[in-house]
């Protein structure tokens, strides 16, 4: 258990304590003893550990009316926690891990989509692992960060200590490592590729595990940041997982999305015995939350229940004695909707030590803007410095007082530039202004009676969608007023060089264009994906990174077609590399799988587009092969 003290102004208090038991007539071995044992644990700050899964919604889980899937230990976990009822993030998944990390309105913190270039996160953010470890803390994050491939948006240039992640916002998707399935995979361990046996929930389990026990021998709180792929698609588990549901009469996605939550589930009590082995559990707060609506009821017109024929809704109930109505917790559409379904998130806080009092419901209007200063007021820093959009949410954790009256907006960008065209929803209260198609016209919902979000009643409260009207104008305003610029990659750096960048990143036209999922492995989420790009490269236009050169000097580049690994020969007979509307060309040599460029670039902003074809000019820009990879190089000095 930590025995530090927090900064000088806790330090000056005991003083001032001591001072006063010593007035009294307590001797100085009374005074120690005194400190130790009531006034070190006042002022002692906690760890934190922070999960959360991906593309899990709040229907979901066990406790939230769903019959069929297994979660007990994280049902547990909730009747142990404070509950926010009334959570929201943003719709997709990059969004809202900016928010978490900013503390700010997504759209305001400069990210937007999850591809594109605009899922990067500023580097002029102060970020909530960077102000805990300048307060002391030792930091972590396991799993999944999109937000950023490349320096300096990665998780160690943020504020993390040791970093263990996949690439890109799912195992085997572009940045990640060539061919990885979720399965016996390579991930990077400090930015260093390392081979990891096993399932990829596991691994990040079992190496969350190994920093608490190897923490709990220091002085120093921690701070621990296990942010999971599952169930995010390709949906697989151990087979283990998944033949129970397919026993039940579950078709394979449906039962392989249900597996991978119930191995986080195991996984979940794996960590906590953890915790308790290693004596950290008692001042340890532990967050469990997702990142937006289930991607299950958003590849199911909204209910997953639809995906069962009647039989087996039949067999079910009469095993479970548990009527079926719905799979989604009776809300409206999933994963990148402004819909509830899409945004309304579980939120579970436990702090064993009792600091928090009794487990409760907390129904308020509450978001991941607030999780920054929640946690920074939590452990007794000091907030008034930093630029957040949330609130701190103490005072209603520890029944102080009710949360203030408040209205939140979501918005669902997934474009090149931002829109105020685009879905968002505003929420205030139980009131719940929708524009929930970009086609469609905007609706107002009162949740209270209408939770499913079915019946429009904007014509008879005009009033009411008239001043949620506006407040969203207002709120556009605050969030874009400063303008939404490109964020840029930098090269030449010290602290990332050479830099790998694939076509994850290209600032495409639209989101089509983006070549986020190879289609590694034997199943459906392989090559005969819809959205898999192996052996279908040529549908791709070639679209520019955008990028900065730190330093002025003479670089390589390299062009690959796929990725080092893959060694895939190159067919074509020309290379181009196109730098700020300036083209090179290089003949490609015969069976080769790269094409390198000697080039000298100045410092300041660089548009780079890259592909191959039988042309001897960049007359084929428009038709050729875009080059998916590209690493580029300073020369050393």
């Known amino acids: 258990m930590n025995k530090k003290l927090t900064k000088v102004s806790e330090k000056a208090h005991l003083a001032v304590i001591l001072s006063f038991l010593g007035m009294i007539g307590c001797s100085p071995a009374k005074q120690e003893s005194v400190v130790e044992q009531d006034v070190i644990q006042e002022f002692q700050r906690p760890n934190i550990i922070l999960v959360m899964t991906d593309d899990q919604g709040y229907g979901d ?46 759209l305001r913190a400069g990210v937007w989509h999850t591809v594109m270039g605009r899922h990067m996160l500023s580097d002029q953010h102060n970020t909530l692992p960077e102000i805990l470890k300048e307060n002391g803390y030792r930091t972590a994050m396991f799993g999944k960060w999109h ?47 390392k081979s990891y046996p096993g399932f990829s929930t596991d691994v990040w389990f079992d190496e969350a595990i190994r920093f608490v026990e190897k923490e709990a021998t220091t002085d120093a709180p921690f701070f621990l940041y296990l942010s999971l792929n599952a169930p995010h698609v390709p949906w697989r588990a151990p087979e283990q997982y998944i033949a129970p549901y397919k026993a039940m009469g579950l078709g394979d996605d449906l039962a392989n999305f ?64 548990h009527k079926l109505t719905s799979l989604n917790s009776h809300m409206r559409q999933g994963k990148g909707s402004t819909y509830e379904g899409g945004h309304r998130v579980p939120f579970f806080i436990h702090w064993p030590q009792g600091r928090l009092g009794q487990a409760k419901d907390i129904n308020d209007l509450t978001a991941h803007i607030d999780v920054l200063p929640t946690l920074l007021d939590l ?18 954790l520890r029944n102080e007082q009710t949360l203030p009256d408040r209205t939140l907006v979501v918005t669902n960008q997934r474009i090149l530039h931002p829109s105020r065209q685009r879905p968002f929803a505003v929420m205030q209260g139980n009131w719940r202004y929708v524009h929930g198609d970009e086609k469609g016209g905007v609706e107002l919902f009162d949740v209270s009676n209408d939770p499913g979000q079915q019946h429009d009643i904007s014509a008879q409260h005009p009033e009411k969608a008239a001043e949620l009207a506006a407040v969203y104008e207002q709120w556009w305003q605050h969030a874009t007023g400063k303008g939404t610029p490109t ?44 959205v898999a790009w192996l052996d279908k490269e040529e549908n791709f236009i070639v679209s520019p990174w955008a990028l900065k050169v730190e330093a002025a000097g003479s670089y390589t580049m390299t062009l690959y077609l796929h990725d080092i690994p893959a060694q895939k020969v190159i067919d074509n007979t020309y290379a181009h590399l196109q730098l700020n509307g300036e083209t090179h060309t290089l003949p490609v040599a015969e069976g080769t799988t790269s094409v390198t460029f000697n080039v000298d670039l100045a410092q300041g902003e660089l548009d780079v587009r890259a592909w191959f074809d039988d042309l001897t000019d960049d007359s084929g820009l428009d038709s050729g092969l875009a080059a998916f990879y590209l690493y580029a190089e300073k020369a050393r000095e």
Not at 153 to 177: C, E, K, N, S, T
């Open 379 to 396: 452990a007794n820093i000091d907030v008034s410095g930093v630029d957040t959009d949330g609130i701190s949410l103490v005072p209603a």
């Open 487 to 530: 964020t840029r990659i930098i090269i030449g750096s010290k602290h990332e060089n050479p830099s790998r960048l694939t076509g994850m990143d290209w600032l495409s036209p639209n989101t089509e264009q983006v070549p986020w999922w190879p289609g590694f492995g034997d199943d459906k989420w392989g090559k005969t994906s819809n």
């Open 61 to 106: 889980f066990s406790m939230h009316d769903n019959p069929i899937i297994q979660t007990p230990n994280i049902e547990k976990l909730a009747s142990e926690s404070h509950r926010l009822t009334n959570f929201h993030v943003d719709p997709t998944c990059s969004p809202t891990r900016a928010a978490l990390m900013s503390g700010q309105y997504s």
């Open 258 to 321: 249900y597996g991978m939550i119930t191995n986080i589930d195991d996984n979940i009590a794996r960590l906590r015995q953890a915790m308790q082995k290693s004596n950290v559990d008692e001042n340890t707060i532990f967050i469990f939350m997702t990142d937006n609506g289930s991607s299950m009821a958003a590849k199911s017109q909204g209910e997953p229940l639809t995906r069962l024929d009647q039989a087996t809704i039949a067999a079910i109930e009469a095993k479970t004695g």
């Open 147 to 193: 937000l950023g491939e490349n320096y300096p948006y990665r998780p160690q240039d943020q504020g993390f200590d040791h970093v263990l992640i996949h690439g890109g916002g799912g195992v085997g998707q572009a940045p990640d490592y060539w061919g990885n399935t979720q399965f016996d995979d390579t991930y990077y361990l400090n930015g260093e590729e």
